[in-house]
């Protein structure tokens, strides 16, 4: 993780996994908070889970990581999100409470961090075609670095690599 964004990216995940922490737990208690309330409390136990393992392969840069991650917010977040917009615009009939809007906000937030995260994960070229180890490579890509050897010394080449 070498890019700003990309560092930027798995700190929002973070937050958001900890915020839906604490809605999950609200959720059991039967706690009131600021309207908002999981959509499926044994689902919302079971993404937690989900999520600590796609940001641990997001880390470590795996696009199967962000792929899953996108596949199971998409499952939770995206049918509430679509449900949402279609009772907000009026094609479906029902009445919209606070609980709905702020709802329909995270479910919001729930979808564009694991779309961005696949797109930061698709843009990083140097992922896997250039591997750089900066603690290692100037030394042994730079010929500058090589000894100069004269008949007396040493042939053999004790580098690592």
Not at 18 to 41: D, M, S, T, Y
Not at 133 to 148: A, C, G, L, P, V
Not at 155 to 161: E, I, P, Q, T, V
Request: net charge positive; glycine share 8%; with cysteine.
């Amino acid at each position: 993780m070498k890019n700003f964004s990309t560092w930027m990216l798995v700190m929002f995940m973070i937050m958001f996994w900890i915020f839906r922490i604490v809605v999950a737990v609200a959720g059991e208690l039967k706690w009131e908070i600021g309207g908002f309330a999981p959509l499926n409390q044994q689902m919302e136990i079971i993404l937690l889970f989900v999520a600590l393992i796609c940001i641990i392969l997001v880390i470590k840069r795996k696009i199967v990581g962000g792929l899953l991650y996108l596949l199971a917010y998409g499952m939770y977040f995206g049918v509430d999100l679509l449900n949402n917009i279609q009772a907000l615009l009026g094609v479906v009939e029902s009445n919209l409470g606070i609980n709905a809007y702020m709802n329909l906000f995270m479910s919001f937030i729930g979808m564009i961090i694991p779309v961005a995260i696949l797109l930061d994960l698709f843009m990083d070229k140097g992922r896997k075609n250039h591997p750089k180890d900066k603690k290692t490579d100037w030394f042994y890509d730079n010929e500058q670095f090589d000894r100069k050897l004269d008949e007396r010394a040493d042939k053999n080449n004790y580098k690592l690599g």
